[in-house]
C-alpha cells in the first residue's frame, strides 16, 4: 500500500505569520510530488510541484522536498485569511499507471 | 491554460434512475483522466483511470458495471452512475493529466459535481 501522510492539523496561525505544512510518503520510487488547495465544497487546485531534493518558491509558497528521508513540505510567508483552506499533498507512484495518491489534507486557518 | 470543465456542477435525481457527468480538457488534448469521488471531510478517493479509446481502469472496490466511464475523445470523459442509491451521493471530481505530462504527470481538476440522490 502507497501512503501519503499529512500532519493532521487542523492548524491555525494568524496573518501575516508562516505557515507549515508537512506530508511524508511510503514509495520511495516517487518522482513527482505536488500541492494542491482545496476550499470547502470545490475541487482542488494546484498550487506547487516539484521534482528534484531541494526548494522550490512561487511567490508566497515554498515547497522542500527530501527524497532521502521521503519528506517533502509547504510553507506559506505572510500568510492571509484567503490561505485557509485543505491543503493535499499528492505524490504520483512508481507504478505504470502513473496515479496521483492523495495524503488525507491538513486544514489550514489563517486568524485575522 | 490546462482548464477542464465539468457538468452539470450539480444534481439531484431520484434512487434507481442514472445520471450522466461530463468532463472535458478545454484548451489542450487530454491522453489520461481520472474520476475521483470524495465524502465529506475526507480526502479524494480515485475511482478509475480513463485513457483515450481504451476502457477504463477501476481501482478496487469500485463497481464497473455501476460506474460506467466513456473516454471517446482526447476533450470529454463521462462517467454515468447506473441505477442510483442515496449512498453514491458524493462529490464527483474529474481531472486530465495536463500538457508535458510525460515529464511532470501534473493533473488538473475540473470543478466537480455534486450529485445527491434522494
Known amino acids: 500500500q502507497k501512503e501519503v501522510e499529512q500532519n493532521s492539523g487542523p492548524l491555525s496561525v494568524p496573518e501575516g505569520a508562516i505557515a507549515s505544512l508537512n506530508c511524508t510518503y511510503s514509495?520511495?520510487?516517487?518522482?513527482?510530488f505536488f500541492w494542491y488547495r482545496q476550499y470547502s465544497g470545490k475541487s482542488p487546485e494546484l498550487i506547487m510541484s516539484?521534482?528534484?531534493?531541494g526548494d522550490k518558491e512561487d511567490g508566497r509558497f515554498t515547497a522542500q522536498l527530501n527524497k532521502a528521508s521521503q519528506y517533502v513540505s509547504l510553507l506559506i510567508r505572510d500568510s492571509q485569511p484567503s490561505d485557509s483552506a485543505t491543503y493535499l499533498c499528492?505524490?504520483?507512484?512508481?507504478?505504470?499507471?502513473?496515479?496521483?495518491?492523495f495524503g488525507s489534507g491538513t486544514q489550514l486557518t489563517v486568524l485575522p | 491554460g490546462a482548464v477542464v470543465s465539468q457538468h452539470p456542477s450539480r444534481v439531484i435525481c431520484k434512487s434507481g434512475t442514472s445520471v450522466k457527468i461530463e468532463c472535458r480538457s478545454l484548451?489542450?488534448?487530454?491522453?489520461?483522466m481520472f474520476w475521483y469521488r470524495q465524502f465529506p471531510k475526507q480526502s479524494l478517493m480515485l475511482m478509475a483511470t480513463?485513457?483515450?479509446?481504451?476502457?477504463?481502469?477501476?481501482e478496487q472496490g469500485v463497481e464497473k458495471d455501476k460506474f460506467l466511464i466513456n473516454h471517446a475523445s482526447l476533450t470529454l470523459s463521462t462517467l454515468t452512475v447506473t441505477s442510483a442509491h442515496p449512498e453514491d451521493s458524493s462529490f464527483y471530481i474529474c481531472?486530465?493529466?495536463?500538457?508535458?505530462?510525460?515529464?511532470?504527470?501534473?493533473?488538473?481538476f475540473g470543478p466537480g459535481t455534486r450529485l445527491t440522490v434522494t
Open positions: 514509495d520511495r520510487g516517487s518522482q513527482s
Open positions: 480513463s485513457n483515450e479509446g481504451s476502457k477504463a481502469t477501476y
Open positions: 481531472s486530465a493529466r495536463g500538457p508535458g505530462a510525460d515529464i511532470s504527470y501534473e493533473q488538473y
Open positions: 484548451d489542450f488534448q487530454a491522453t489520461t
Open positions: 499528492a505524490v504520483i507512484s512508481s507504478g505504470s499507471a502513473r496515479q496521483l495518491t
Open positions: 516539484i521534482y528534484s531534493n
